[in-house]
């Protein structure tokens, strides 16, 4: 479970981004944070793993106060947290295989995916997380020879390939065109129920988060101004 306890985040600056933010999230939730641009979605979720420190309240996951995380407990934490952003983040210049095979052996990661020198049993994992995401035929093509939704899904089994117990996805379709939205949007709903990976995603298309999410976090001005359940959604939003 993951449990934000009146959290507050000042940036260095003194930018307020976060307001008393309250929030459970049990595991196996697919969870949308909507919200304008600036409203504090991006800082929200990028707090969970650490990318930024909370400044006030509490921040637990499964127990553990991740403010107190440091050294290889952080490293081990992060490891269970997967992250995929807007733009993929891809080593586009070698294939896809190796691309995965990155997250899955960390260790001396960039050399060895650019040369794709890995034990069998990971290069199995890794094509069983491409096939998972319905691009196993596009495993020893280059990353950069695929379209932008072929792209996102090569991040999610990267993500997958690391045997995460949360997935958290900054805007992971909003470089993407309608019809290959959907495709990554029912990607993210297959693996959340039969993997039961939690999932949080930011995304401002509230079509989209109403329709494969199941509860659904608003969030104005850092603070969070709506939480329930899609089926409880109405106009207001
Ligand atoms: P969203 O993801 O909803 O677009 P963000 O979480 O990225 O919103 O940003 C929330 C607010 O915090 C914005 O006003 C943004 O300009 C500000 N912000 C984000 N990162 C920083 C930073 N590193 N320093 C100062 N302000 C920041
Ligand atoms: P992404 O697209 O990866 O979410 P952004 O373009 O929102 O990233 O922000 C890029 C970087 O700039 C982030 O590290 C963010 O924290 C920082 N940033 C965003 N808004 C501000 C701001 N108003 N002041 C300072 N830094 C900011």
């Known amino acids: 479970m993951i449990e ?17 933010v309250n929030l459970k999230i049990e595991q196996g939730e697919f969870v949308a944070i909507i919200g304008l641009s600036g409203a504090g979605k991006s800082t929200l979720l990028r707090t969970i793993n650490r990318m930024h420190d909370i400044t006030e309240g509490k921040l637990t996951v499964d127990g553990t106060d991740v403010m107190q995380l440091k050294g290889k407990e952080l490293r081990r934490f992060r490891r269970k947290i997967g992250m995929i952003f807007q733009s993929f983040n891809l080593v586009t210049r070698t294939k ?28 199995l994992a890794a094509l069983e997380a491409l096939d998972k995401v319905g691009i196993l035929d596009k495993a020893f093509v280059r990353a950069d020879q695929l379209s932008g939704g072929q792209q996102q899904r090569v991040a999610l089994a990267r993500t997958l390939a690391q045997n995460p117990q949360i997935i958290l996805a ?11 939205a959907k495709q990554v949007m ?4 297959r693996i959340n129920k039969e993997m039961n990976i939690t999932i949080l995603l930011n995304i401002h298309h ?32």
């Open 206 to 237: 509230v079509e989209l988060a109403l329709t494969y999410a199941s509860r659904v976090v608003g969030i104005r001005a850092g603070q969070i101004v709506y939480d329930g359940p899609v089926s409880d959604v109405n106009e207001e939003i």
């Open 96 to 123: 896809v295989i190796n691309n995965v095979l990155m997250a899955k052996v960390p260790d001396l990661s960039f050399i060895r995916a650019l040369f794709g020198i890995y034990p069998k049993e990971d290069r």
């Open 4 to 20: 934000f306890d009146k959290v507050g985040k000042t940036y260095p600056n003194g930018f307020n981004a976060l307001k008393d």
């Open 186 to 189: 029912e990607d993210f709903q």
């Open 170 to 180: 900054d805007e992971p379709v909003a470089s993407l065109d309608p019809v290959t």
